[in-house]
């Protein structure tokens, strides 16, 4: 390795180092007040632009954190980082709004150890996101006075991860995916109360709610890639991960609005770092896909969670539902070789993505339906502009829910290069 692809390195790793401590989360939605959040299953912004594809699939320069066996095909140097904006129109039978919120959707770096054989990486991703605020206002019973609730929520879970791909056999590879899971919620619930004018009545209150976690996940994936001929395949992939009981501690005290977040101040102390933890089920997926190596691939995959078992912190139940995600995505390439046309080296891709949320409220499940489309764009030698746009709608306004008409965008760069771990033959 130079010494310029050395100090390239040092400096990128200088920026993961930086950018973890900055890690913003950035889900927006009314429903991730519910459990320990809304998770992303949908992988990184390649994944994303074709429905969350992933476990079936990937190439030598785009990282695959959805099936750590498939990263065997990461035959080159890559970094990865993509920023997210969410922009959500809410609205019930009587009102709407418009909401959005986005930040830094992850950064991860591949390294091949042996080239096609043996590849390890490490990584920072958002595992679930909490962002929402509701306002309620209600008649008080056999009085002239209103209530006022604003219930606020933002955090939830991210990862540090390393995971390791290698060929186990021809054509087939294991993985393995280790999380140091951390992250905190914060949930606050204010009251007012108010006359007639809505004018503020009495002393408000507030109750506040923080709690840290930090815990370990493992991941274990297999890919199997079958030669149809012509440069033709279909491939084969499945995941498992574990999550369990996450352990955290829990701060909750109610006092007068502004007052509840500050332990000292006036108050009652509910809960004073009390240690707990919270069950998170584990997640199943397959997939399989068609390719014809260099030009197309179109797959198949679902992803499934059992949240009847999740349990909130000291086993509270979450009164939560079977979650799985169905995806149907692809990708093409004109001229993966064209010398002379960026336009023909682009990757296009697309793909459908359905969701049963674990959620049901009112007897009624929720759902996530979205359409998603994307390109990597080659800017560099082999490093690429990765996009991913995603239109969907998450809900309904049935029953006094919530319809979420909502549209996604991640922007990534992925820059590679496959000569860091090539002894050259000229300097």
């Not at 699939?57 to 695959?64: E, K, L, R, T, V």
């Not at 930090?214 to 440069?231: F, W």
């Not at 109610?254 to 000292?264: F, H, R, T």
């Not at 101040?265 to 770092?273: A, H, Q, T």
Request: net charge negative; aromatic share 12%; hydrophobic share 40%.
């Amino acid at each position: 390795m130079s010494v310029y692809h050395r100090r390239i390195l040092a400096a990128l790793f200088g920026c993961f180092v930086s950018i973890s401590s900055s890690f913003a989360q950035s889900t927006t939605s009314t429903y991730s007040s519910l459990g320990i959040g809304k998770f992303n299953n949908s992988g990184f912004t390649q994944n994303k632009a074709m429905g969350g594809q992933g476990i079936s699939w990937g190439n030598s320069f785009s990282i695959n954190h959805v099936n750590p066996a498939v990263s065997v095909k990461n035959s080159a140097f890559n970094f990865q980082a993509a920023l997210n904006y969410v922009n959500v129109q809410a609205a019930t039978e009587e009102s709407s709004e418009e909401i959005d919120g986005g930040g830094l959707s992850y950064v991860a770096m591949s390294f091949p150890i042996v080239p096609r054989r043996w590849t390890a990486g490490l990584g920072l991703n958002q595992v679930t996101g909490v962002d929402y605020n509701l306002t309620v206002t209600a008649p008080v019973a056999n009085s002239d006075l209103f209530s006022q609730n604003t219930i606020e929520g933002r955090g939830g879970l991210s990862e540090v991860y390393l995971q390791t791909g290698f060929l186990i056999m021809k054509n087939l590879s294991l993985g393995v995916h280790g999380s140091y899971l951390f992250g905190s919620t914060i949930r606050t619930n204010q009251l007012v109360l108010m006359d007639e004018d809505f004018q503020g009545v009495g002393i408000s209150s507030e109750l506040f709610e923080r709690t840290n976690f930090s815990d370990v996940s493992v991941k274990g994936g297999i890919y199997y890639m079958m030669p149809l001929g012509q440069q033709k395949v279909l491939n084969f992939g499945a995941t498992y991960q574990v999550f369990g009981d996450v352990r955290g501690k829990e701060f909750a005290k109610m006092a007068e609005i502004g007052q509840a977040s500050i332990p000292n101040s006036p108050g009652d102390v509910l809960s004073d770092d009390v240690e707990g933890s919270i069950f998170i089920p584990n997640r199943l997926g397959f997939g399989v896909s068609y390719e014809k190596i260099d030009k197309f691939v179109i797959g198949l995959e679902m992803q499934h969670q059992d949240f009847r078992e999740y349990r909130g912190f000291n086993g509270l139940e979450g009164n939560l539902d079977e979650s799985f995600k169905l995806s149907l995505g692809g990708q093409y390439t004109p001229d993966a070789f064209s010398m002379e046309s960026m336009f023909q080296r682009t990757r296009f891709r697309a793909g459908l993505e359905y969701e049963r949320l674990p959620f049901v409220l009112n007897n009624t499940q929720v759902n996530d339906l979205g359409i998603n489309f994307g390109a990597s764009i080659p800017v560099h030698t082999l490093s690429l502009l990765n996009l991913a746009v995603k239109v969907g709608t998450r809900g309904t306004t049935d029953n006094g829910l919530v319809r979420e008409n909502y549209f996604k965008v991640s922007l990534g760069v992925s820059i590679n290069d496959n000569s860091w771990f090539y002894k050259k033959v000229f300097e």
